[in-house]
């Protein structure tokens, strides 16, 4: 398979990132991008690899199950940002680095036993629901104190900041206004003492707006990795 897209497509992202920090007054270092590379397959990853990326988010568990073996060498830091069930607790325990979509206790509470046991901690951000479709996944705002309380009982989760999807929509307004909440609830819990420097929001098709609405992490996949077959779509 010939991978040479993968260096003018990162090339291409990394640039339109830090336009969008000029854009929005920020400085370009201060926006990470995380590749997103489900349902691409080992080769691929490793092909990103030798671009000198080493975290790739994955929304299945079990692709990073069938992506670490082949990939071991690599060094990768394994991000989940998908939808977790508890039952999957044991293998993020053992082979992810990072969950981006922690959104309830149970799952909290899953993590922290799994890790308990591999003896070992994970960064954790708490993905919120801002968007309006009933689809989109994530901790309802009103939730978010009380639950980011809760959370400090478990010292095996590292609490790093929030994430969230935006609406799909048209309208840029609205879009901005899912990014705009998620930073104002951050505000709002730092200055309730909570520590939450990190703002995972922003995607291949909205990431200039998250930037200038706060993002620190755009997570990126078909503008870097190309179209997804119809089946991994999310
Ligand atoms: C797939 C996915 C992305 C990346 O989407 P693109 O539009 O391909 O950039 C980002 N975040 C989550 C949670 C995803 O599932």
Redesign the pocket.
């Known amino acids: 398979m010939d991978h040479s897209h993968l260096a003018a497509n990162w090339a291409d992202v990394r640039h339109r990132v830090d336009e969008a920090c000029r854009a929005a007054g920020r400085d370009p270092s201060e926006v990470s991008i995380?590749p997103?590379s489900?349902t691409f397959d080992a080769a691929v990853v490793r092909a990103a690899v030798a671009l000198g990326l080493h975290r790739f988010?994955e929304?299945k568990v079990q692709e990073i199950r069938d992506k670490s073996g082949p990939l071991a060498d690599c060094g990768i830091s394994w991000v989940v940002?998908?939808h977790l069930q508890t039952n999957k607790a044991k293998d993020v325990a053992r082979l992810a680095s990072e969950v981006?979509?922690l959104d309830r206790m149970d799952l909290a509470e899953a993590l922290h036993r799994r890790l308990q046991l591999e003896g070992r901690g994970l960064d954790v951000l708490v993905?919120v629901k801002t968007a309006s479709e009933e689809s989109k996944h994530g901790l309802a705002p009103v939730e978010l104190p009380s639950f980011l309380d809760e959370l400090a009982r478990y010292d095996t989760l590292h609490v790093r900041g929030l994430?969230t999807?935006a609406t799909q929509s048209e309208d840029p307004a609205e879009v901005r206004a899912c990014f705009r909440q998620l930073r104002d609830l951050r505000d709002a819990a730092q200055a309730r003492g909570h520590v939450l420097p990190r703002l995972?929001m922003?995607?291949?098709?909205?990431?200039p707006l998250a930037i200038a609405e706060g993002a620190t992490e755009?997570?990126?996949?078909?503008?870097?990795?190309g179209r997804?077959a119809a089946a991994g779509?999310?």
Request: avoid cysteine; aromatic fraction near 6%.
């Open positions: 995380l997103v489900k988010g929304n940002i998908g981006q979509s993905q994430m999807l995972s922003g995607m291949s098709g909205d990431f755009v997570r990126i996949g078909s503008a870097i990795f997804r779509a999310v």
